[in-house]
């Protein structure tokens, strides 16, 4: 599992992030990476750090996830305990900290920081980017991107103004969450209490601001489409990946191809979106003294009349990115490693892998049930043209839970979608001690 680093004698982050040294992650000197988050998303991030000769070690608040089962070092901690987050840095010692995950105590990436540790993308922006709040304050009313009009409630009274002004139907969700946790659709003020209760207890991490409980209310967009824009901060600069087209149920993604089949203009307007809110937040990192470095997926709504609103940023790789395991040249997870490790990432270093009128379609294999999970047929998931898969080993499932994706490739969209289904098809999950 690798060197501990207690008792090494080392100052933290004291050199150049391009001259950090690498390819020796069991010697004296390692440059050393911290992952606040080992799901499916960390166990990528942690591979394409190892590529490149880094330290990981992973942190995640059960035994036994993903990214833990391959990093030199895991740990089960619970990352919103501020207490438990500060032992875990002394213990680690890190050069690099990346949180891939909302349930973190914010305020000790800001002190990691203060002290010389580079927290992915800044210690600021990772704050930001989970509260709701913030974000939106920031990306609306300082950069001056168009979004759905929305409103803020910190009492079951508020919420039922803020939804009379906003409108019905509307969206209700917890100023802190991902992937449709604690997020509900409001047609009428009759949902506006269980609205409210799903706000407060299935949020990802704290709904409080300030001390309070709040809730954000959006106006419900008359969405054709939701694009993600994969959009990387390096030391050369800032670049775009080719838009993903996306489908959501319940808050949640069930397909993502690329590249997305929608006019070049309203595909280019997304780009200059996307590139403008993460020029405004790495210059927001760089006056902390920190550099913003890193990848952002940044989710876009297209409307029926072509027009385009900003709707979420996470700062780390996206879940509808991972169809770039099979799109590109250098994923999502590999770009996320060379920017925050100082790597200059160019233009050209997002282009497809793909070749002239080829779909790429990643599909996420959900399992339902409870306990833990194994897969049979790989032979006759995998037999399908142009397909791919990965399993993410996670150690169980309590009731639905993504367990894998299933990656295609074809001449259209429909034949990919087609592949990747029966790749899902022919893959046998078996749940249970039984198994």
Request: glycine letters at 10%; proline letters at 7%; a negative charge.
């Amino acid at each position: 599992m690798g060197m501990s680093a207690s008792g090494q004698q080392r100052i933290i982050n004291t050199i150049n992030p391009g001259e950090r040294p690498f390819g020796s992650p069991l010697g004296p000197r390692p440059t050393r990476v911290l992952l606040l988050g080992a799901g499916e998303l960390g166990r990528e991030i942690a591979i394409s750090l190892m590529r490149l000769g880094a330290w990981v070690g992973a942190a995640d608040s059960y035994p036994g996830a993903p990214a833990t089962q391959v990093a030199h070092a895991g740990y089960q901690v619970k990352m919103s305990d501020p207490q438990a987050l500060e032992e875990l840095i002394d213990k680690v010692h890190p050069d690099l900290i990346v949180p891939e995950v909302e349930a973190i105590a914010t305020d000790r990436l800001v002190g990691a920081a203060a002290r010389g540790i580079q927290v992915v993308p800044a210690a600021p922006l990772a704050a930001m980017c989970m509260d709701r709040r913030a974000l939106r304050v920031f990306a609306h009313e300082q950069v001056g991107l168009p979004t759905t009009p929305y409103r803020f409630a910190d009492s079951p009274e508020e919420l039922a103004s803020a939804a009379d002004q906003v409108g019905y139907p509307c969206m209700v969700k917890p100023l802190m969450s991902s992937s449709g946790h604690g997020q509900t659709l409001v047609r009428s003020r009759e949902g506006l209490s269980q609205a409210w209760n799903s706000a407060l207890t299935q949020g990802r991490a704290a709904t409080r601001h300030q001390g309070k409980a709040e809730v954000i209310v959006e106006a419900l967009a008359p969405l054709a489409h939701e694009l993600t824009v994969l959009t990387v901060a390096s030391c050369a600069g800032v670049a775009t990946c080719t838009p993903i087209g996306q489908r959501q149920e319940d808050g949640d993604y069930r397909l993502s191809w690329q590249p997305a089949d929608l006019n070049p203009d309203i595909l280019q307007q997304a780009r200059s979106m996307a590139t403008r809110l993460v020029e405004a937040m790495t210059s927001l990192a760089r006056q902390s003294g920190e550099t913003g470095w890193g990848i952002y997926g940044v989710e876009i709504f297209v409307l029926r009349d072509g027009s385009l609103l900003f709707n979420e940023v996470a700062p780390r790789p996206h879940d509808t990115g991972m169809v770039t395991m099979i799109s590109q040249r250098l994923s999502e997870f590999d770009l996320h490693a060379r920017a925050i490790l100082g790597i200059p990432v160019h233009q050209e270093d997002l282009t497809l892998g793909l070749p002239e009128g080829t779909c790429a379609v990643s599909r996420p294999i959900l399992v339902r049930g409870q306990g833990p999970v194994s897969f049979q047929g790989l032979p006759q998931a995998l037999d399908h043209p142009g397909t791919d898969l990965r399993i993410f080993s996670k150690p169980e499932v309590h009731g639905l839970r993504r367990m894998g994706v299933a990656l295609a490739l074809g001449p259209d969209l429909q034949t990919a979608t087609k592949r990747a289904e029966a790749v899902v098809h022919d893959l046998k999950p078996r749940v249970g001690t039984g198994m």
